[in-house]
């Protein structure tokens, strides 16, 4: 049997979803995009032109649930499967966008610039427990009109994995598409093997900027994939319980899902958010509190009901360090994620409410997902019945080191975790220079980016790639990119 | 107990309903309208300030004592106009250009509402030339700007840059304020405060403007 965890019951989930589409009925929402808008208004939602305001109606929603896929796969960049966001499977990825890189040797948080995002691309291509890249820090160094695409491209120029990522602006998009056509050939080959997914988060409450609104009917266009971000805070811009902050939230996501469908009916949609309660003593988004985490799960047992994968920013830490708080918060996240069955699982990494990266946590969050992971493969029985005969065995060896059982199944049962992780004596420990966990971690990640091998993406296709990014820099006013080392 | 007191007991206690007839009776006494702002409304305040620091109170509870503030003062105004007491300072508010994060932003809003001042909240997605161009027009010593993107941080530094090139340094006083944002960055971009969360972003304002 696989463990699962479960908040809501079925009725409890028919009365949030039915309230959210009164909500979308009777209040609408608010939209600042004219294309979306009279596309919303041609399929029967009534708009108001003077305030942006769309009211949908039930048809237009049950019409996009009927189209929205339920399950969809992502393809690396060299074309082979990485991902099946269907029922059950749990993915993690990267926690994503972070302002600032914890710097190891001084301990701060500072802007990050393009060697650490290289770095950070070289360490995730090695982990085995994350199974995409996200475009997890904004290198510094760069023309700020090219901070979204540029994490892309390096993304692509040099891990394997597919990418996690989003637009900042309606012009960054259409670089980005550029970027991935560089990597598949055509749109076709893109449409049938989605590289990436991309981030659309509506505005709470209940709004949709043009922006967003324009990035995510672009992608549909292309089919590709999407991830509707919404993030009531609780107690702030949402209301304090969690059952209203649900509503909220699924009156945000199904409007996204609608607008997905209407552009592209079939587009492939992550039913995702970030929402977070409202800390009203320090004024601050804790992703770390248990409620913001319930939050998370029990939206994505509504997505699920309604037949789409998920997605949460979950598994992720408000502490500043690397610490025990760091560590009792992600993993308290990531096993509660992967408890709720959540496909994609964006948290590793992340520090300071979603604005931090250390690259040191990353492997340790590394480990955290491993364990996760062997959690839900469950416990299921293996020649074990009847077991009389390997009792015989024990009592006669006095162990069952060598036995044939223990050789079958040992890798296979037991999890072992990497060097971050600290099962040694305590004498061992010490002759290995008494490590914390950082100094491990760190270890790690010096270890894993010089052990890197660059991405077997071919050469063409990596020319392909610098020759957009260049004339995308050079448009930009830059006259070279910055140097990245790829050895 | 006096009825200044009173005043800042009841905002201390977030009553709203209150305030204005206490405040009305403190004008029928014949106190002048600066001690019953100073005393009464904005004493209320500042307790209510430390005990917030403190985890004592949270959030919700400084918002009603800010309600109750404000109710108090739409009964003074007309008074500390004719007594031509000044205002305690208008502010042009906003979050940079390229950049849709007002949730802070209107946070720190209604927490500078709360405490007295005069607020100009221009949005998101402001221009450098707007946030100058309306100080000077209603001639508000301080421009606080928000930005929670790293690629809009930038226009922060437009502002400042702007301000001194217009020679407008002495006149207007910046504040800066949103994750990307740290006492280091501030300063880098020449802004001459930086405030943490919207509570601070009051005392820092409050001490821009007594020159400190
Ligand atoms: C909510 C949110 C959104 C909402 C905003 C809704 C709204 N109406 O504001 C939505 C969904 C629209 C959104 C959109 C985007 N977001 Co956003 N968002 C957040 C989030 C989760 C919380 C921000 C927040 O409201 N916090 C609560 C308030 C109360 O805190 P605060 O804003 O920090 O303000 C406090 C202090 O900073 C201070 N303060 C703030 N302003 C000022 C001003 C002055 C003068 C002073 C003194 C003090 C002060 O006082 C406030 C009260 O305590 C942050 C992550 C984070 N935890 O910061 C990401 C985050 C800021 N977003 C991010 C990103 C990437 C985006 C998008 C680009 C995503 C996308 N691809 O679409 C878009 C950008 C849209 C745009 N052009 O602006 C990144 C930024 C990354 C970076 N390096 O720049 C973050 C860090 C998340 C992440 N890691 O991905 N976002």
Redesign the interface.
């Given at each position: 049997m696989r463990p699962q965890l479960r908040f809501l019951d079925n009725d409890l989930i028919e009365k949030i979803v039915g309230e959210a589409r009164v909500i979308l009925k009777e209040l609408g929402v608010t939209l600042h995009n004219d294309r979306v808008l009279s596309m919303l208004s041609d399929h029967g939602a009534r708009i108001d032109k003077g305030t942006k305001q769309v009211y949908f109606t039930d048809s237009v929603i049950d019409s996009a649930l009927s189209t929205v896929p339920n399950s969809f796969k992502l393809y690396d960049v060299l074309g082979n499967e990485t991902h099946d966001f269907c029922s059950g499977k749990v993915h993690f990825t990267p926690g994503s966008a972070a302002i600032n890189v914890l710097d190891f040797e001084s301990g701060k948080a500072r802007p990050p610039v393009t060697n650490d995002y290289v770095s950070y691309v070289k360490l995730v291509n090695q982990l085995e427990h994350i199974a995409s890249q996200s475009t997890a820090l904004i290198p510094s160094d760069v023309h700020q009109g090219m901070s979204d695409s540029y994490r892309l491209y390096l993304s692509l120029l040099l891990g394997e994995k597919p990418t996690v990522t989003g637009a900042f602006t309606i012009a960054g998009f259409d670089v980005m598409r550029d970027l991935q056509l560089a990597v598949r050939g055509d749109v076709d080959e893109l449409r049938e093997r989605p590289l990436t997914v991309f981030s659309c988060c509506p505005t709470a409450p209940l709004k949709w900027s043009d922006v967003t609104s324009q990035n995510a009917i672009d992608c549909a266009e292309l089919s590709i994939p999407v991830e509707l971000i919404s993030m009531p805070l609780s107690g702030f811009v949402a209301p304090v319980t969690l059952v209203g902050t649900l509503i909220q939230h699924t009156a945000e996501t199904l409007s996204g899902v609608v607008i997905l469908q209407l552009a592209n009916p079939g587009t492939p949609v992550l039913y995702g958010g970030s929402p977070a309660i409202f800390d009203v003593r320090y004024e601050t988004t804790p992703m770390g509190a248990v409620e913001t985490m319930m939050v998370d799960c029990a939206y994505a047992e509504i997505g699920r009901y309604l037949g789409m994968p998920t997605q949460a920013y979950i598994g992720l830490s408000d502490a500043k360090q690397l610490d025990a708080q760091a560590g009792l918060e992600s993993s308290m996240g990531a096993t509660l994620a992967a408890l709720t069955g959540i496909n994609n699982v964006s948290g590793p990494g992340m520090l300071d409410f979603e604005s931090c990266t250390s690259l040191e946590k990353l492997v340790v969050d590394n480990e955290i997902c491993g364990m996760t992971l062997r959690m839900l493969e469950g416990i299921h029985p293996k020649e074990d019945f009847p077991s009389i005969s390997r009792f015989q065995e024990l009592l006669s060896e006095k162990h069952l080191l060598i036995s044939e059982h223990t050789r079958r199944y040992l890798r296979e049962e037991h999890y072992f975790p990497g060097k971050a992780i600290d099962r040694a004596q305590r004498s061992r420990w010490l002759e290995e220079g008494g490590l914390t966990l950082g100094e491990r971690a760190n270890q790690e990640v010096r270890r894993l980016v010089k052990a890197y091998e660059p991405s077997r993406l071919q050469d063409s296709a990596k020319e392909e790639l610098q020759n957009r990014m260049e004339s995308e820099a050079r448009r930009l006013g830059m006259d070279r990119l910055p140097e990245t080392r790829i050895e | 107990m006096g009825t200044l007191s009173e005043i800042s007991k009841q905002i201390i206690a977030g009553d709203a309903s209150s305030v204005p007839s206490l405040t009305q009776k403190a004008i029928s006494e014949g106190l002048p309208a600066r001690d019953i702002l100073q005393e009464g409304l904005i004493g209320g305040m500042s307790v209510i300030g430390a005990k917030f620091k403190a985890?004592e109170i949270?959030?919700?509870d400084v918002l009603m004592a800010a309600r109750a503030m404000q109710a108090g003062m739409d009964k003074l105004k007309p008074l500390l106009i004719k007594e031509d007491v000044p205002s305690l300072g208008k502010v042009v508010l906003g979050t940079v250009r390229?950049d849709?994060h007002d949730?802070?932003k209107n946070?720190v809003s209604i927490m500078l509402k709360g405490a007295g001042f005069e607020v100009i909240d221009l949005g998101n997605d402001v221009s450098p030339e707007n946030f100058i161009d309306t100080a000077l027009e209603n001639d508000a010593p301080v421009v606080a700007m928000s930005a929670l993107?790293?690629?809009?941080m930038?226009v922060m530094g437009e502002v400042t840059d702007l301000i001194r090139q217009r020679g407008l340094d002495k006149k207007l006083k910046t504040i800066v304020g949103g994750?990307?944002l740290s006492n280091d960055a501030a300063r880098d971009m020449g802004a001459n405060a930086y405030a943490y969360?919207?509570?601070s972003a009051v005392d820092r304002i409050r001490e821009l403007l007594s020159g400190g």
């Open positions: - | 985890h949270f959030l919700p390229g849709l949730i802070g946070l993107l790293t690629t809009t930038p994750a990307p969360d919207a509570a």
